[in-house]
């Protein structure tokens, strides 16, 4: 009988983490983080009865006590909340599907505390590589990656231990709006952005993967999560979605995995790895398929994957500048306040215009994080 916590238990990758939870049926789910959505959050906590609720919202947590009152499930709230959903003892695996910078600290008590981490959070390693990577090495806490290329690159790594990689080939869809120029994308809307083609996701992650971001951070993610330089990693657009990312090793020989898009795959292999389990769903047919088609990213009309690249190798806090310009961005494109091709440009605007430093600790790159807001905060009133 396995044992998690989850971070982030009421978005995507969180409800589908439960999927396998209640189709698999021998994981016991000892905790729960979720931001706001205490609706669903109440629902999990009387289906699968963990010993602990985290609300980062203290208000909402209040209310989810009354809610709950009946249940056995302690509420609690903030990022000491988060922590202690990360480090409760009896869990084995946390899954931080958690969305951005406020996954770091959780992510570094959990580590501290000896469990394994089923990792969704990009934002983890985009900012903390450095630091998480060598300290997950010290505690001997295997990182197992959730994300479907990262995912897919693990799966391709297994027997090859000792071998040495020439190369990653990062697959991406290309997003809604591959092919199109940049005079076509002037006039995108929120609700263009968010009609992703082949994968169900969060809104945020869903506009990443309209403007490249996405795919930027993820090339950044596989520098730490597999040692390897920026030159090695090529992203690779795959509109079909099958391939779901390669490895070329130093002889040539490449090796992939391939699979009909379902995130429900790697949450799956990450919680039960090394043993490969059972899972409903679609499999692929190569038959109905036909073809599988490939091209090289548009960089020039998405910026954001070419920014990324430019921030891995600047290094320092640039990732940090990069991550929290574009979360601050997002989220005032959802809200109707700056244009699509504005997300991009204010990344830039705030790599050109925070401080930057070479080697920041963790305290730094949070620092970093509220810098970026400060600045945007100012240009926007300016």
């Known amino acids: 009988m396995k044992n998690i916590a989850v971070l982030g238990s009421t978005g995507s990758i969180g409800t589908q983490t439960l999927e396998i939870v209640r189709e698999q049926g ?39 006590r009354v809610k709950a009152a009946d249940t056995a499930t302690k509420i609690v709230s903030g990022m000491e909340g988060l922590i202690e959903v990360a480090t409760i003892p009896e869990s084995e695996i946390l899954v931080t599907a958690i969305v951005g910078m406020l996954g770091i600290r959780p992510t570094v008590a959990a580590i501290r505390a ?12 985009v900012t903390a590589g450095h630091i998480i990577m060598p300290m997950a090495k010290e ?9 479907s290329e990262h995912s897919a690159i ?53 506009v990443d993967s309209s403007t490249l971001v996405n795919k930027g ?24 979605s099958v391939i779901h990312s390669a490895v070329e090793y130093e002889d040539g020989a ?25 899972l409903s769903g679609k499999r692929l047919n190569l038959f109905e398929l036909g073809s599988l088609t490939f091209e090289q990213p548009d960089t020039e009309t998405f910026r954001g994957l070419s920014l990324a ?4 190798e600047r290094g320092g806090n640039m990732p940090t500048i990069f991550n929290a310009a574009n979360e601050r961005a997002v989220a005032l494109f959802l809200e109707h306040r700056i244009s699509w091709a504005g997300i991009t440009e204010l990344i830039e605007d705030c790599m050109n215009g925070v401080a930057y430093r070479k080697n ?23």
């Open 26 to 64: 021998d994981i016991t789910v000892s905790a729960l983080a979720a931001g706001s959505n205490i609706a669903l959050l109440e629902r999990q906590i009387r289906e699968f009865s963990p010993k602990l609720a985290c609300v980062f919202d203290e208000e909402k947590a209040k209310e989810l």
């Open 309 to 312: 690249y430019e921030a891995m």
């Open 154 to 206: 693990f799966q391709s790594l297994q027997g090859n231990e000792g071998n040495r990689i020439a190369r990653i080939l990062l697959t991406a869809s290309g997003g809604p709006f591959r092919g199109r120029t940049k005079e076509q994308l002037k006039d995108i809307q929120v609700e263009d952005a968010l009609k992703h083609p082949n994968w169900s996701m969060g809104r945020k992650i869903t």
């Open 360 to 382: 920041p600790g963790l305290e730094e790159i949070l620092e970093t994080e509220a810098a970026v807001y400060a600045y945007i905060d100012g240009r926007r009133r300016e």
């Open 254 to 278: 490449v090796i992939a995995q391939l699979g009909t898009p379902d995130m429900r795959l790697p949450i799956q292999y990450a919680l039960y790895y090394p043993e490969r389990r059972s």
């Open 139 to 147: 505690h001997h806490v295997p990182i197992l990656p959730v994300d």
């Open 217 to 240: 951070l993820e090339v950044m993610e596989a520098k730490w999560l597999f040692g390897v330089k920026a030159e090695q990693i090529q992203v690779v657009v795959h509109p079909q």
């Open 114 to 125: 000896g469990k394994a981490i089923a990792l969704a959070n990009k934002e983890t390693l």
